[in-house]
């Protein structure tokens, strides 16, 4: 029976050999087919050929692998290659090279998906090349299609555009994310997300609080940003005090209600034994009923990380000095300059996905012992 990993070596096969016998594209009004393209060809010839063996399971193991690893690879540096020549129009035969390069690199990340291994080290590899891989990948897709359909750069520019861009305006992205994220988002994280656990201290000492200012916290954080954010403009000056603001109300609810969760979630069994040893509130906070609630706590700390991010560049929006990323992105569309909003876009991607990542490794620390983080091989 054929699986799923012969099956995308004979998708990607039989669309490298319909690519040898269809046209790949016209250069000054001739006609050309794959014949006049030497690494195209090879690579058409060296596709086709793995595919067959690979449904014929003839490679396997490591050989399978560092083939996979080579193979869609050359055939993206030859399909970027052709991008470059001038006055030309791609057809069929390009596109279905470019699908049998993409199913090659799917069935290469679908091999080292399927690893497994006792050292943490070599786990950690494999953790970290999938979504690589899978990230490149979707870069190369990107830049092949816009690029080879021509699409206009004002609507969607290539990604070596965006990095051309991103490498010359260095200096300007920096002091961006100085204003928006060292300043708004850092500092209004710590805030909303402090404040909130501290407020939750408070709630489940007082059931009058707990009903009193959770409705409260649950109306603020059904407040629209667009409507808070110029009110906090108004308030706080254009400054990045007014978008530190709006980020501490979009951290402070999630945080709140999570801490709140996390508190209770303490069985009644672990309560009474705490009290049988003649542990106090602070005891009993401290050293059960935190520890219990730090998988809650995290997942507050991770979804607001993300949200402080949305949170600070939305707010720019309606009024700062003519420094950070939300500012850039709306005085750059406006201007056409497209590349310019994409690699602020990069930038904010780039940082929400550390500052994400840095939660994650600090949580992993903190709840070795929960059982979504045990190993049991």
Same mark, same amino acid.
């Given at each position: 029976?054929?699986?799923?990993?012969?099956?995308?070596?004979?998708?990607?096969?039989?669309?490298?050999?319909?690519?040898?016998?269809?046209?790949?594209?016209?250069?000054?009004?001739?006609?050309?087919?794959?014949?006049?393209?030497?690494?195209?060809?090879?690579?058409?010839?060296?596709?086709?050929?793995?595919?067959?063996?690979?449904?014929?399971?003839?490679?396997?193991?490591?050989?399978?692998?560092?083939?996979? %690893? /080579?193979?869609?690879?050359?055939?993206?540096?030859?399909?970027?290659?052709?991008?470059?020549?001038?006055?030309?129009?791609?057809?069929?035969?390009?596109?279905?090279?470019?699908?049998?390069?993409?199913?090659?690199? *799917?069935?290469?990340?679908?091999?080292?998906?399927?690893?497994?291994?006792?050292?943490?080290?070599?786990?950690?590899?494999?953790?970290?090349?999938?979504? %690589?891989?899978?990230?490149?990948?979707?870069?190369?897709? *990107?830049?092949?299609?816009?690029?080879?359909?021509?699409?206009?750069?004002?609507?969607?520019?290539?990604?070596?555009?965006?990095?051309?861009?991103?490498?010359?305006?260095?200096?300007?992205?920096?002091?961006?994310?100085?204003?928006?994220?060292?300043?708004?988002?850092?500092?209004?994280?710590?805030?909303?997300?402090?404040?909130?656990?501290?407020?939750?201290?408070?709630?489940?000492?007082?059931?009058?609080?707990?009903?009193?200012?959770?409705?409260?916290?649950?109306?603020?954080?059904?407040?629209?940003?667009?409507?808070?954010?110029?009110?906090?403009?108004?308030?706080?000056?254009?400054? *990045?005090?007014?978008?530190?603001?709006?980020?501490? /109300?979009?951290?402070?609810?999630?945080?709140?209600?999570?801490? %709140?969760?996390?508190?209770?979630?303490?069985?009644?069994?672990?309560?009474?034994?705490?009290?049988?040893?003649?542990?106090?509130?602070?005891?009993?906070?401290?050293?059960?009923?935190?520890?219990?609630?730090?998988?809650?706590?995290?997942?507050?700390?991770?979804?607001?990380?993300?949200?402080?991010? /949305?949170?600070?560049?939305?707010?720019?929006?309606?009024?700062?000095?003519?420094?950070?990323?939300?500012?850039?992105?709306?005085?750059?569309?406006?201007?056409?300059?497209?590349?310019?909003?994409?690699?602020?876009?990069?930038?904010?991607?780039?940082?929400?996905?550390?500052?994400?990542?840095?939660? %994650?490794? /600090?949580?992993?620390?903190?709840?070795? *012992?929960?059982?979504?983080?045990?190993?049991?091989?």
């Amino acid at each position: 029976m054929i699986n799923f990993r012969q099956t995308l070596a004979i998708m990607a096969g039989g669309l490298a050999l319909i690519a040898i016998l269809l046209p790949l594209g016209e250069v000054g009004g001739v006609s050309q087919s794959l014949w006049n393209d030497s690494g195209l060809m090879v690579f058409a010839i060296v596709g086709v050929l793995t595919s067959v063996a690979i449904v014929l399971d003839k490679i396997k193991g490591q050989i399978a692998d560092l083939v996979m %690893v /080579i193979l869609p690879h050359i055939g993206a540096w030859f399909l970027l290659s052709r991008l470059d020549v001038a006055e030309q129009q791609l057809s069929s035969g390009y596109w279905c090279l470019v699908i049998s390069a993409w199913l090659m690199a *799917w069935l290469l990340v679908d091999q080292l998906s399927a690893k497994t291994s006792r050292s943490q080290g070599v786990k950690r590899f494999y953790n970290i090349i999938v979504p %690589v891989l899978f990230g490149v990948w979707l870069l190369i897709l *990107w830049e092949v299609v816009v690029r080879g359909l021509q699409v206009p750069t004002v609507l969607l520019p290539p990604p070596s555009m965006i990095g051309e861009r991103f490498m010359a305006s260095t200096d300007i992205l920096w002091a961006d994310f100085q204003q928006t994220f060292l300043k708004a988002v850092l500092i209004g994280y710590v805030l909303g997300c402090g404040s909130a656990f501290i407020t939750a201290i408070l709630i489940d000492r007082s059931p009058f609080l707990q009903r009193g200012l959770l409705p409260i916290g649950n109306l603020v954080s059904a407040l629209p940003i667009i409507g808070v954010a110029p009110i906090m403009v108004m308030w706080f000056g254009f400054d *990045w005090h007014s978008k530190a603001a709006v980020v501490i /109300i979009m951290t402070f609810f999630p945080m709140l209600v999570n801490t %709140v969760a996390g508190l209770s979630i303490t069985s009644s069994i672990e309560k009474d034994m705490m009290k049988t040893y003649a542990a106090s509130y602070w005891q009993s906070l401290f050293k059960l009923r935190l520890p219990s609630a730090l998988p809650f706590i995290f997942n507050a700390l991770k979804i607001n990380s993300t949200l402080a991010m /949305i949170g600070a560049i939305v707010a720019e929006f309606f009024g700062t000095p003519i420094v950070g990323m939300g500012f850039r992105i709306s005085t750059e569309v406006g201007r056409m300059n497209v590349d310019m909003v994409w690699a602020e876009i990069a930038v904010a991607a780039l940082a929400g996905t550390a500052f994400y990542g840095i939660m %994650v490794v /600090i949580e992993r620390a903190c709840t070795f *012992w929960h059982p979504s983080f045990r190993s049991w091989n």
